[in-house]
T-cell receptor
């Protein structure tokens, strides 16, 4: 099924632990991004990529790292988890040269840092 | 910095009525505006896009308007159904820049 696949769906981390949230898409979208969603704050952009080998920071990049070695994959790494990173994380992808079809979002990863 | 405002209070309407949701933005001149639907525990789903030179756009029971003078977009769902109950997000955009989303308005359609 074409779309954006995120794993895991749920994760509990202890403060200071590191982990990688996985995101893969099979639509050959050039553009991929990571958002976090917190109650009352909407979606906030963490990092984004306009193609393999190219990444850039969004609104709230601190504490997160990304890389884009292939068109399909865009993993998000938490370097040293903090309780403030408890959130729902969404990966999204789209065509780069047109916004007519919008973003395709994954189903999210719910992360709790204790 | 740009600011996007959507009514944080839930909108409750009766089935069959028209739901109207508002998206206001400041410190920004978007070239287009997108609307998304989000169900609990799911990622947002793209509904439609309206460009700055389009006053109105329709898709089935959905109608979106875009007033660049008022810096506002209105999202209408006609003949609303309980299945339309969800949170609706707006996202003004420009060129190929990453989208900034509003925090969304929750719509509850009562049978």
């Amino acid at each position: 099924n074409a779309g954006v696949t995120q794993t895991p769906k749920f994760q509990v981390l202890k403060t200071g632990q590191s982990m990688t949230l996985q995101c893969a898409q099979d639509m050959n979208h050039e553009y991929m991004s990571w958002y976090r969603q917190d109650p009352g704050m909407g979606l906030r952009l963490i990092h984004y990529s306009v193609g393999a080998g190219i990444t850039d920071q969004g609104e709230v990049p601190n504490g997160y790292n990304v890389s884009r070695s292939t068109t399909e994959d865009f993993p998000l790494r938490l370097l040293s988890a903090a309780p403030s990173q408890t959130s729902v994380y969404f990966c999204a992808s789209s065509y780069f040269d047109t916004m007519e079809y919008g973003y395709t979002f994954g189903s999210g990863t719910r992360l709790t840092v204790v | 910095s740009q600011k996007i405002e959507q009514n944080s209070e839930a909108l409750n309407i009766q089935e069959g009525k028209t739901a109207t949701l508002t998206c206001n933005y400041t410190n920004y001149s978007p070239a287009y505006l997108q609307w998304y639907r989000q169900d609990p525990g799911r990622g947002p789903v793209f509904l439609l896009l309206i460009r700055e030179n389009e006053k109105e756009k329709r898709k089935e029971r959905l109608k979106v308007t875009f007033d660049t003078t008022l810096k506002q977009s209105l999202f209408h769902i006609t003949a609303s159904q309980p299945a339309d109950s969800a949170t609706y997000l707006c996202a003004p955009g420009k060129g190929r820049r990453a989208l900034t989303f509003g925090s969304g308005t929750r719509l509850q359609v009562q049978p």
